[in-house]
């Protein structure tokens, strides 16, 4: 994917065209702006929260992990005054939003390997605060009845596969690995662009039918606690070790808004913890945001935690 350049002048169109719906929850609520939302029309417009200002802009990906995490974010901010918006942008247009100072944070930068292509060519121009979330993965995934367990014993079993892996979108750094996991093991599969609430509906229709079926997977992800699923191993290491999610803010956040860089900074929490908030959502009619507001009240001594930390 390529990372969108932005000029204060030609932000609205720049940012628009880099923004897509990237694995869109099922269970997202209608509190957030759409996908396909631009987060500033300019770096001299109100998205730069300024010395004083109150007004927090969190960007994401629009992944059932990033819901949860953004929302969680969000309530314990609110918790403390501010006036928090959340805009779902792809995930070049969520580095170079903060590259370019027209968004506060994020809290869903999967790191190292991920979105490496979108941290390499910004990450001079933001702020990393470090893992909230340690121990996370992401690769290829089968139901637990599926009978080979690596990758590269993919391509013998290609038809069984229906000549495919099904992929989320276009625009997520893990369909680009794929796409290089696809060439280093010589595989012919195709990979289906779709979105993560695309992903899991024909997971759940192929294991209700007990078919074969590999999709994009990672770690935390409501899924596995709902099937039997495994990754497949990889030999060639394609996909990388363990990930984190990371906190990266925009430049200059500390000075304008020090507690909320604080909350920010001490922010973490672990994969049982957002699991928890996943399921949640997975609930029907459940709304992101409410669930979220009622973790964080019943995690009042872990958001302390957070809220307590001097930047």
Known sequence: MKNAKFRAGTMLASLAAAVAVAGCSPSDSGNNPPAGATVASSASTAAVSGSGSRDIKLVYVEW??????????????????????????????????????????????????????????????????????????????????????????????????????????????????????????????????????????????????????????????????????????DPKGVFGGAENIDTLVRKGLKKDMPKAYGILDAFHWTPADMQQVMAANQEPGADAAANASKWVKSHADLVSSWTSAKP
Not at 92 to 121: F, G
Request: with cysteine; aromatic share 8%; glycine share 8%.
């Open 64 to 233: 059932s992990s990033c819901t949860a995490a953004t929302n969680v974010a969000k309530a314990v901010l609110e918790q403390q005054g501010y006036k928090v918006s959340t805009i779902s942008v792809s995930g070049a247009a969520m580095y170079s939003a903060l590259a370019h100072n027209d968004a506060d944070a994020t809290v869903c930068a999967w790191l190292p390997s991920t979105q490496a292509n979108y941290y390499a060519k910004t990450k001079s121009d933001l702020t990393n605060l470090g893992p909230n979330m340690t121990g996370t993965k992401i690769g290829l995934v089968v139901p637990d009845y599926v009978t080979i367990s690596s990758i590269d014993q993919l391509a013998a079993n290609a038809g069984k596969f229906q000549d495919r892996i099904v992929g989320i979108d276009p625009g997520a750094g893990e369909m680009d690995i794929t796409h290089k996991a696809i060439e280093a093991y010589k595989l012919p599969l195709k990979l289906i662009d779709g979105s993560g609430a695309t992903m899991a509906a024909a997971l759940k229709d192929a294991i209700d039918n007990q078919q074969w079926i590999v999709v994009t997977g990672w770690t935390p992800h409501w899924m596995w606690a709902r099937w039997k699923l495994k990754y497949l191993s």
